[in-house]
C-alpha cells in the first residue's frame, strides 16, 4: 500500500522537442546572422587586408626628426585604401611582383618591396646590377629590368627611376662624385627599358640621390652595402609635373 501511495517522478531531462525546437531555433540564428554579415560586405574587410599586405611587405614610415630616413616614395602614416579600381590594381601588381620574387632566389636575396597608396617601390641591391663605382649593366641586372617592362607594358603606371649610394665619395674623371654616379646608374636602367622594352619615354624619369637619402646610418660597411640600391617606383600617372 506504501509503494501505491509513492509520488510518481517526472523523467530527468528535457522533453524531445524542446531539444529539437533549440536546434532549429539555433540553426535559424546562425542563418540570420550569416544574412547579416553579406549585407554588410564593404570596404572594412578589403582595407584590413591591404593593412595586413603593407605590414607583411615591410611598409614603412617617414621619421621627421631623426639623423637618417627610411626612404618611401612619399610622406604618409598607416592608411586603409579604399575599394576602388585603382587600388583593386595596385593589390594585383603587388602581389605579381611579391610572386615575381618569391620565384627566384637572386631576387629574394637583392630585391625588396615597399607599397604605399600611391604605387609600389622595388628596391635593388646595387651590387645586382652594377660594379663598384661603375654605371655599366651587369648581366644580372636584365633579369630584374626585364621584370620591370613586363609590369610596365602590363599596368598602367610609371615609374621613377631612382640611384642611391653611400657616403663614400666616388672620385674619378667619369664621375667626379656620388651625384654623378647615382644619376649615371638611374639612367643607365632608364635606358634600357626604353631601347629594349620599347617603353614611352614619357612614363620614366631617371633620378640621382648620391648618398643623401640613407636607409641605415653609414656606420659600417654592412650598412653602407644596404644603402647602395637602385630604386624602381611605380606610381599611378600624373597629369602634372613629377
Known amino acids: 500500500m506504501a509503494r501505491q501511495q509513492e509520488e510518481v517522478k517526472c523523467p530527468e531531462?528535457?522533453?524531445?522537442?524542446?531539444?529539437?525546437f533549440a536546434d532549429l531555433m539555433s540553426l535559424l540564428l546562425t542563418f540570420f546572422v550569416l544574412l547579416l554579415s553579406f549585407a554588410n560586405m564593404d570596404i572594412q574587410k578589403f582595407q584590413d587586408m591591404m593593412g595586413s599586405i603593407k605590414e607583411a611587405f615591410g611598409v614603412q614610415v617617414m621619421r621627421k626628426q631623426a639623423d637618417y630616413i627610411a626612404f618611401s616614395p612619399s610622406q604618409y602614416e598607416?592608411?586603409?585604401v579604399a575599394l576602388d579600381k585603382d587600388s583593386r590594381l595596385l593589390l594585383g601588381m603587388i602581389l605579381k611582383i611579391k610572386a615575381m620574387i618569391d620565384q627566384d632566389q637572386e631576387l629574394k636575396k637583392n630585391?625588396?618591396?615597399?607599397?604605399?597608396?600611391?604605387?609600389?617601390?622595388?628596391r635593388v641591391d646595387s651590387g645586382m646590377m652594377f660594379d663598384p663605382?661603375?654605371?655599366?649593366?651587369?648581366?644580372?641586372?636584365?633579369k630584374i629590368l626585364d621584370h620591370v617592362i613586363k609590369l610596365l607594358k602590363e599596368h598602367n603606371f610609371d615609374v621613377i627611376v631612382r640611384g642611391h649610394t653611400d657616403d663614400v665619395p666616388v672620385r674619378s674623371a667619369k664621375y667626379p662624385s656620388n651625384w654623378e654616379l647615382s644619376a649615371a646608374r638611374?639612367?643607365?636602367?632608364?635606358?634600357y627599358i626604353v631601347e629594349k622594352g620599347g617603353i614611352n619615354p614619357s612614363r620614366l624619369k631617371a633620378v640621382g640621390y648620391a648618398?643623401?637619402?640613407?636607409l641605415?646610418?653609414?656606420?659600417?660597411?654592412?650598412?653602407?652595402?644596404?644603402?647602395?640600391?637602385?630604386?624602381?617606383?611605380?606610381?599611378r600617372p600624373r597629369v602634372e609635373g613629377w
Open 13 to 20: 531531462g528535457l522533453p524531445g522537442w524542446l531539444a529539437t
Open 78 to 80: 598607416r592608411k586603409n
Open 111 to 122: 630585391v625588396d618591396i615597399a607599397p604605399d597608396d600611391e604605387g609600389v617601390l622595388i
Open 133 to 142: 663605382g661603375s654605371a655599366e649593366l651587369k648581366p644580372g641586372a636584365k
Open 186 to 191: 638611374a639612367a643607365a636602367a632608364l635606358r
Open 211 to 214: 648618398g643623401t637619402r640613407p
Open 216 to 235: 641605415v646610418p653609414n656606420t659600417s660597411e654592412a650598412n653602407r652595402a644596404i644603402n647602395r640600391r637602385v630604386e624602381f617606383y611605380f606610381h
